[in-house]
């Protein structure tokens, strides 16, 4: 069940960001990093909107900032140390600039004894939050203001839904929407459902609501967003209803992610064939081609049953693309379980994958497994997939030569600012000569190489 927050509690919000606005006497910059996944960059946007609302505007750089936001990841213990070590690297900051504010929240702050342990550790942060109560940031900040002392508020439990909130987008045309938050599936190496809670979905009317906003403002490609986006109320079939939506509701170019395999209903499968707005391109991780390792990692399908749900998107839509995220060294995997994966990944064909080597997370039951593959092995056996999906990925962008596509073009290439760059319907990034004023619009442009990860190409 989902549980939207009243608008009384929005309202409190709303009139904390006036007396922050209020309470502070003179200009004020803010300086946000995200760390983890496109749910985080979200979030970041709306703690940026509610920002702004209280008078901030953005900084620069870090040093140039008067409040400091780190909104941090625990998918890998590698996006902890980096959150950490950034934090850390502040206390220096702050001796120079002893009025400078900082705030952590995110994942990581859900986790177990953690926001404590932050808070003993490293006294000089003024606001600690987590997941489920990003919307009280204006609440929390009026406090460190008022007080002149830290705060720290992470709440348990599962989370409701805040609608209202303002935003500040990254893009002028290309926006993410969420459609739900939380996870029920529990992998068993993941701690995602920890720190975001259970399934909760948004209201379908504040969805198209939102969809019909950005619309109107000139967003023409829209990302659905959710931690199992396709398990939208419950299911596939429920996700495909509110895709005919938003289908309709005037977006030119809709993409989704990410998707569980065990929810890739038939009729979600279909609405690649039908929906006339809906871009060929899916996100679906399989994390491992054993079907020993998938039921350890207790993902509900096996090997054969990924291949078949590829097989059926490939025969609704040829030129589908899809990508993946697969895990190395899972507790227990064999040289025979990690072969198994190389071949699905070969039968597979997927244009691109992220690959990850298996990493404890305290409180997951994969992180209790017994793990003897040394890391030596690990490290061998990641650098044979990714030599392996770097030559899938190269066939899939060497097959895109001599085609012409529609690609949404997002602004200067970061490589070459003489260069424009946008991407495909498949999602594949391509660069090409142009003038500025195609930033933002469809154009037309003929493949004509194609590099390690992206392609070239020229207008038609
Ligand atoms: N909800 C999405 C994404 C979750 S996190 C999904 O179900 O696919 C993104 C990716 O991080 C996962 O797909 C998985 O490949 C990886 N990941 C999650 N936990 C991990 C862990 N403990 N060690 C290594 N990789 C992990
Ligand atoms: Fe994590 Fe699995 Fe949920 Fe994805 S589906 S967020 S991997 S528990
Ligand atoms: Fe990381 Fe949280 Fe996303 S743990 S991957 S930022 S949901």
Same mark, same amino acid.
């Given at each position: 069940?989902?549980?939207?927050?009243?608008?009384?509690?929005?309202?409190?919000?709303?009139?904390?960001?006036?007396?922050?606005?209020?309470?502070?006497?003179?200009?004020?910059?803010?300086?946000?990093?995200?760390?983890?996944?496109?749910?985080?960059?979200?979030?970041?946007?709306?703690?940026?909107?509610?920002?702004?609302?209280?008078?901030?505007?953005?900084?620069?750089?870090?040093?140039?900032?008067?409040?400091?936001?780190?909104?941090?990841?625990?998918?890998?213990?590698?996006?902890?140390?980096?959150?950490?070590?950034?934090?850390?690297?502040?206390?220096?900051?702050?001796?120079?600039?002893?009025?400078?504010?900082?705030?952590?929240?995110?994942?990581?702050?859900?986790?177990?004894?953690?926001?404590?342990?932050?808070?003993?550790?490293?006294?000089?942060?003024?606001?600690?939050?987590?997941?489920?109560?990003?919307?009280?940031?204006?609440?929390?900040?009026?406090?460190?203001?008022?007080?002149?002392?830290?705060?720290?508020?992470?709440?348990?439990?599962?989370?409701?839904?805040?609608?209202?909130?303002?935003?500040?987008?990254?893009?002028?045309?290309?926006?993410?929407?969420?459609?739900?938050?939380?996870?029920?599936?529990?992998?068993?190496?993941?701690?995602?459902?920890?720190?975001?809670?259970?399934?909760?979905?948004?209201?379908?009317?504040?969805?198209?609501?939102?969809?019909?906003? $950005?619309?109107? !403002?000139?967003?023409?490609?829209?990302? @659905?967003? /959710? %931690?199992?986006?396709?398990?939208? *109320?419950? =299911?596939? &079939?429920?996700?495909?209803?509110?895709?005919?939506?938003?289908?309709?509701?005037?977006?030119?170019?809709?993409?989704?992610?990410?998707?569980?395999?065990?929810?890739?209903?038939?009729? $979600?499968?279909? !609405?690649?064939?039908?929906?006339?707005? @809906?871009? /060929? %391109?899916?996100?679906?991780?399989? *994390?491992? =081609?054993? &079907?020993?390792?998938?039921?350890?990692?207790?993902?509900?399908?096996?090997?054969?049953?990924?291949?078949?749900?590829?097989?059926?998107?490939?025969?609704?839509?040829?030129?589908?693309?899809?990508?993946?995220?697969?895990?190395?060294?899972?507790?227990?995997?064999?040289?025979?379980?990690?072969?198994?994966?190389?071949?699905?990944?070969?039968?597979?064909?997927?244009?691109?994958?992220?690959?990850?080597?298996?990493?404890?997370?305290?409180?997951?039951?994969?992180?209790?497994?017994?793990?003897?593959?040394?890391?030596?092995?690990?490290?061998?056996?990641?650098?044979?997939?990714?030599?392996?999906?770097?030559?899938?990925?190269?066939?899939?962008?060497?097959?895109?030569?001599?085609?012409?596509?529609?690609?949404?073009?997002?602004?200067?290439?970061?490589?070459?600012?003489?260069?424009?760059?946008?991407?495909?319907?498949?999602?594949?990034?391509?660069?090409?000569?142009?003038?500025?004023?195609?930033?933002?619009?469809?154009?037309?442009?003929?493949?004509?190489?194609?590099?390690?990860?992206?392609?070239?190409?020229?207008?038609?």
């Amino acid at each position: 069940m989902s549980i939207t927050i009243p608008e009384q509690e929005i309202e409190l919000q709303k009139s904390y960001m006036d007396a922050v606005k209020r309470i502070n006497y003179r200009p004020q910059k803010y300086f946000i990093v995200t760390l983890g996944c496109q749910m985080n960059v979200r979030d970041s946007q709306t703690l940026a909107g509610m920002l702004e609302e209280m008078g901030y505007t953005q900084a620069e750089s870090k040093e140039k900032a008067d409040l400091i936001l780190y909104n941090t990841c625990c998918v890998r213990e590698n996006a902890e140390n980096r959150a950490l070590g950034n934090v850390i690297w502040l206390k220096e900051l702050k001796k120079l600039k002893p009025r400078l504010l900082i705030c952590v929240g995110g994942c990581m702050m859900q986790e177990d004894g953690v926001a404590e342990s932050l808070k003993r550790q490293y006294p000089f942060i003024d606001i600690i939050f987590g997941t489920f109560n990003y919307h009280r940031f204006p609440q929390l900040l009026y406090t460190a203001i008022k007080e002149q002392k830290p705060v720290v508020e992470v709440l348990d439990g599962c989370g409701d839904i805040a609608e209202g909130l303002p935003a500040v987008r990254a893009s002028k045309y290309m926006a993410f929407v969420n459609v739900m938050y939380g996870c029920n599936n529990f992998c068993s190496y993941c701690i995602v459902p920890y720190v975001r809670g259970r399934e909760r979905s948004r209201r379908r009317e504040d969805i198209l609501d939102e969809v019909k906003g $950005l619309v109107d !403002s000139g967003v023409k490609e829209i990302m @659905l967003l /959710g %931690q199992n986006v396709n398990s939208y *109320q419950g =299911g596939g &079939d429920e996700f495909a209803k509110l895709l005919r939506d938003v289908d309709e509701a005037g977006v030119e170019r809709i993409r989704f992610m990410t998707s569980h395999p065990k929810d890739l209903s038939d009729e $979600l499968i279909a !609405s690649f064939g039908t929906l006339k707005h @809906l871009a /060929g %391109q899916l996100h679906l991780p399989v *994390q491992s =081609g054993s &079907d020993r390792i998938l039921q350890l990692m207790n993902r509900r399908y096996t090997a054969e049953k990924y291949l078949r749900l590829v097989e059926k998107l490939r025969s609704v839509r040829c030129d589908i693309g899809i990508t993946s995220d697969i895990i190395v060294g899972f507790p227990g995997e064999t040289a025979d379980d990690f072969e198994d994966t190389l071949e699905l990944t070969r039968q597979a064909r997927f244009d691109a994958a992220f690959t990850f080597i298996f990493s404890p997370r305290a409180g997951t039951k994969a992180a209790e497994m017994p793990d003897e593959t040394p890391d030596e092995v690990k490290t061998e056996r990641i650098q044979r997939l990714i030599q392996l999906q770097h030559e899938m990925s190269a066939k899939a962008l060497e097959s895109q030569i001599g085609h012409s596509f529609r690609v949404l073009v997002e602004g200067l290439s970061p490589r070459d600012d003489k260069k424009l760059c946008g991407k495909t319907e498949r999602g594949f990034m391509v660069n090409f000569p142009g003038n500025n004023d195609m930033i933002g619009q469809f154009v037309d442009v003929r493949i004509t190489a194609a590099g390690t990860n992206t392609l070239r190409g020229e207008a038609v």
